[in-house]
């Protein structure tokens, strides 16, 4: 059974990030947040690039898999119906059909983590992702 690996960065650092996917193995990083930035220091998209270079790890901005606005509206709501159906919508697009795809394309050839902020994947859009586009993978969620 092929295996993707998750991780979010809630309450962590670059290097609990990094470390935690090296022990893993993770040979790509695929942050599936629709906007690659961070008020915590090192987790916008040019700087965790960095670090992932630094570690050895490739990474990749998936944007058309990323939770839309009024996604993450709903979830820092606290109404998690609602972003799952909004998220359901977002992975009908024609784009993220086509991202969808390329990640799990990519994920039966390298060990991928996707990566967003909720440290807890069942409440991340993640998990949404990955039972719709990789069902049949096995799940290994990271927490740093």
Same mark, same amino acid.
Not at 45 to 68: F, S, V, W
Not at 70 to 77: C, F, I, V
Not at 81 to 90: D, L, N, R, V
């Given at each position: 059974?092929?295996?993707?690996?998750?991780?979010?960065?809630?309450?962590?650092?670059?290097?609990?990030?990094?470390?935690?996917?090296?022990?893993? !193995?993770?040979?790509?990083?695929?942050?599936?947040?629709?906007?690659?930035?961070? =008020? =915590?220091?090192?987790?916008?998209?040019?700087?965790?690039?960095?670090?992932?270079?630094?570690?050895? /790890?490739?990474?990749?901005?998936?944007?058309? *898999?990323?939770?839309?606005?009024?996604?993450?509206?709903?979830?820092?709501?606290? =109404?998690? #119906?609602?972003?799952?159906? /909004?998220?359901?919508?977002?992975? #009908?697009?024609? #784009?993220? /059909?086509?991202? !969808?795809?390329? *990640?799990?394309? *990519?994920?039966? #050839?390298?060990?991928?983590?996707?990566?967003?902020?909720?440290?807890?994947?069942?409440?991340?859009?993640?998990?949404?992702?990955?039972?719709?586009?990789?069902?049949?993978?096995?799940?290994?969620? *990271?927490?740093?």
């Amino acid at each position: 059974m092929p295996t993707i690996w998750t991780i979010g960065y809630e309450h962590s650092t670059v290097p609990d990030v990094v470390n935690s996917l090296v022990e893993a !193995g993770v040979e790509v990083l695929a942050d599936v947040r629709a906007l690659p930035l961070s =008020r =915590r220091p090192g987790f916008s998209k040019t700087a965790l690039a960095g670090a992932m270079q630094e570690a050895g /790890i490739e990474y990749r901005h998936m944007k058309p *898999l990323g939770t839309p606005a009024d996604g993450r509206a709903a979830a820092r709501a606290g =109404r998690n #119906e609602a972003m799952a159906k /909004i998220y359901a919508g977002q992975l #009908e697009l024609p #784009e993220a /059909i086509a991202a !969808g795809a390329a *990640l799990r394309d *990519l994920a039966l #050839e390298k060990r991928v983590a996707l990566l967003c902020y909720e440290r807890d994947a069942t409440y991340c859009h993640r998990t949404l992702l990955r039972e719709a586009v990789m069902p049949d993978f096995e799940a290994v969620d *990271l927490l740093p």
